[in-house]
């Protein structure tokens, strides 16, 4: 047997094993093994377990190939089992609004939870809304961050009642604050019913490991939806700075710095030691999730996915960690695999966080919402048409640095602001002027703003059509952009 025979049937059997081929499966248009969406439904319900880390840079998966010292060999499997996509991009760089954005499959503005802190709407159909309608139990461990707050009171820190969860309605055991509620080694999260569940003396990534871990291992009478949240490898915040395990930042002591941080003051110095540690503590989380599925005989049945919320510029763009129209901000590891997704592939095209719901229910075969902007990902890992048809385009909405939009393309990042308002003042403008804009082809680590630079003004009122598109599509009033004009 030759090796593109090989090839095709592997593919095809990958496809069979989460997805019922349809007639048209053979049609001229479609890659080999590929399904058709229209009749293709899944030959068995799969289990879904999402996995999200907090802050994670996407160089920072090792088999992205961007960074040498980085260590990620579970993750890393994933990449080679399953789907991923490269250039995944959060639709807003911050933890509450790119949260929202992943239940609902909507944009930051749309959810209502535009900064940090005013709480999502309790009328959109989310992810596990959807999903126990369709006969799932959903459940939920870690950190939320989608309930309104008050930093004065400390008030929506702690528990989160049911009519806040968004579907999340079986188990649940966790914290709307987390960074407020735990520290590294110890802490408290809150169960179903509002009690306490604490933890000493345990690193706060195994704590969670460990109650997901007894969660599968018990006997489920119906499909389920597993969401992890974890904190790691984001900063703890009365403290400052991140905390790796014990003797994990001593492993990177001298570590490698990416490209785009080298030149550039920030406080990635002293952080970068313990981030490391960080991301290594999550892989082996990950780890450990995938051989209790694998114990438990549900591996094959479950879809994994594993995400961040968006990335980490380490103060190098602004006084934070995130908050920029930077790669190193609204870039984050996508992965899936299991039914439907065993494909070996790693995709290049520009895809947003508002699609892992989409993809999700898809892999589900549960209904996608009319009201959701996100799009199904498994026609581009399926379709030859899709592919060439691809938009590949992300829109990004920021808040709190800023009163900021952007657009990140295959090529180019495009960002406007308005400067005479502050970042948590309104969650958008009507008039904007241009700020930044980076060729990515030539400048891949963002050095040399473009902005307002006579030889790109062409380029510039492309993007900012485009941009505007993207605004009007997301359901934002037209407003105005004012170009830069920097040189004569």
């Not at 952080?271 to 599925?293: H, R």
Request: net charge negative; glycine share 8%; proline share 6%.
């Amino acid at each position: 047997m030759n090796n593109d025979t090989s090839r095709r049937r592997f593919l095809k059997s990958s496809a069979l094993s989460g997805l019922a081929l349809g007639a048209a499966a053979a049609h001229a248009s479609m890659l080999p093994g590929e399904v058709d969406e229209a009749q293709a439904q899944p030959a068995k319900r799969p289990n879904i377990v999402l996995y999200c880390c907090d802050q994670m840079r996407s160089d920072f998966v090792g088999a992205y190939n961007e960074n040498s010292m980085t260590r990620t060999p579970i993750v890393d499997g994933m990449v080679r089992r399953g789907s991923s996509f490269k250039y995944a991009v959060t639709n807003q760089p911050l933890c509450s609004p790119s949260r929202a954005c992943m239940i609902t499959g909507l944009y930051a503005t749309e959810t209502g939870e535009w900064k940090i802190g005013v709480g999502m709407r309790n009328d959109l159909p989310t992810l596990a809304s959807v999903l126990r309608d369709n006969g799932y139990s959903c459940n939920f461990i870690g950190k939320w961050h989608l309930m309104a707050t008050d930093p004065r009171t400390r008030a929506g820190y702690g528990w989160v009642p049911p009519d806040q969860r968004h579907g999340f309605l079986d188990l649940w055991q966790g914290a709307n604050e987390f960074e407020h509620t735990t520290h590294p080694y110890d802490g408290t999260i809150w169960d179903t019913d509002g009690s306490e569940i604490t933890y000493k003396d345990e690193y706060r990534v195994d704590f969670i490991t460990g109650l997901a871990v007894k969660f599968l291992r018990q006997r489920h009478e119906k499909p389920f939806l597993l969401y992890v949240s974890q904190l790691e490898p984001h900063q703890q915040n009365d403290l400052h700075r991140m905390v790796a395990p014990k003797g994990y930042a001593e492993r990177y002591k001298n570590p490698v710095v990416p490209h785009d941080l080298r030149d550039l003051p920030g406080d990635w110095q002293e952080e970068l030691p313990d981030y490391y540690g960080c991301v290594e503590k999550i892989d082996e989380s990950l780890g450990t999730i995938l051989k209790t599925l694998e114990e438990e005989n549900l591996l094959e049945d479950t879809v994994v996915a594993f995400i961040s919320d968006h990335g980490c510029h380490f103060k190098t763009r602004n006084t934070e960690y995130k908050r920029s129209a930077h790669d190193a901000s609204i870039r984050f590891p996508f992965v899936l695999q299991g039914p439907g997704f065993d494909q070996s592939t790693m995709r290049d095209e520009v895809v947003s966080m508002i699609d892992l719901t989409p993809t999700l229910l898809a892999a589900a075969g549960a209904p996608i919402p009319a009201s959701m902007k996100g799009r199904n990902l498994m026609p581009l890992l399926n379709s030859r048409k899709a592919q060439e048809g691809w938009i590949n385009t992300a829109y990004i909405q920021i808040s709190e640095s800023m009163v900021g939009r952007a657009i990140r393309t295959g090529q180019w990042c495009y960002c406007v602001v308005d400067r005479g308002m502050k970042g948590t003042e309104a969650p958008s403008s009507m008039h904007y002027e241009e700020y930044q804009m980076y060729n990515l082809a030539d400048d891949p680590f963002q050095q040399v703003n473009l902005a307002g630079r006579q030889e790109y003004r062409d380029v510039a009122a492309e993007l900012r059509a485009l941009l505007l598109k993207s605004m009007a599509d997301a359901g934002e009033e037209v407003a105005e952009i004012t170009p830069a004009h920097l040189y004569p």
